[in-house]
Nanobody, 117 residues
């Protein structure tokens, strides 16, 4: 079993920065692919960024150049640095963990990010 707990969300003005963190427990963190997803009201959950156990990263086009995902295997954490935030970044952000040996992905409960104009 994997438990994921997000933190760092809040209300921020457009153009400012915010850093989200996700703490993982109950698994071999270093073997997992970790990711951040987000979901705005009435919309589908979408991928924001992922980072593999080999530290390869992917980003949604909408956040490329503004967001940066990182992981600290020693601390079992994954972070999302969000810069130059836009109102369209407003969403609940979810931490995700996946492994080829697992039947299902694991998700945190989410943290709200609200960006005002």
């Amino acid at each position: 079993q994997v438990q994921l707990v997000e933190s760092g969300g809040g209300l921020v003005q457009a153009g400012r920065s915010l850093r989200l963190s996700c703490a993982a427990s109950g698994s071999a963190f270093s073997t997992n692919t970790m990711g951040w997803y987000r979901q705005a009201p009435g919309e589908q959950r979408e991928l924001v960024a992922t980072i593999t156990n080999g530290f390869a990263t992917t980003y949604a086009d909408s956040v490329m150049g503004r967001f940066s995902i990182s992981r600290d295997n020693a601390k079992n954490t994954v972070s999302l640095q969000m810069n130059l935030l836009k109102p369209e970044d407003t969403a609940v952000y979810y931490c995700n963990a996946r492994n080829s040996h697992w039947r299902n992905d694991y998700w945190g409960q989410g943290t709200q990010v609200t960006v005002s104009s």
